[in-house]
């Protein structure tokens, strides 16, 4: 398959219909042509890559604080970033960043285990049970929960 091939396509794939969508649901992020989403999304998997590892270390404590809310306040931030470097691509603030941020995180989690892209991948198998030994009543007995 074409994602397995080649991840590092797949995931700015995956990234670019992700700010996409995000550009045109969420008021306040915006572009002006295709090539400056590619550049915008390139752009965001980049400093998710390089950026992104860094800041979750500093704000560790704030992370703990707030059971990992605050990584979308970072991933926000990051969205906010893209916007101030990339001319053709606007984010003309903070809440619309971070609700940006938070639907391209969803997007791209979802297509990540659809795709099998991000490392992660959901798998249905069926199994038999397993047999009874001899002698063993095959867990049929009672079952006390405390």
Do not use: C
């Not at 270390?57 to 906010?80: D, H, K, M």
């Not at 297509?111 to 199994?127: D, K, L, Y």
């Amino acid at each position: 398959m074409f994602f397995q091939k080649n991840p590092f396509l797949a995931r700015w794939g995956i990234t670019t219909i992700s700010v996409l969508v995000a550009a045109h649901i969420v008021n306040g992020i915006s572009y002006d042509s295709f090539a400056a989403l590619l550049v915008a999304a390139l752009l965001l998997g980049i400093l998710n890559a390089v950026l992104r590892p860094v800041l979750l270390l500093l704000s560790l404590p704030l992370l703990i604080a707030s059971l990992g809310l605050f990584a979308l306040v970072i991933n926000a931030f990051l969205l906010y970033f893209v916007g101030w470097l990339v001319a053709s691509f606007h984010v003309e603030s903070f809440g619309a960043a971070f609700w940006g941020g938070v639907l391209i995180s969803l997007i791209s989690m979802t297509a990540n285990v659809m795709f099998g892209t991000g490392g992660s991948a959901i798998r249905f198998e069926h199994r038999k049970p397993p047999r009874p030994k001899n002698g063993d009543q095959g867990g049929s007995g009672p079952v006390i929960d405390i």
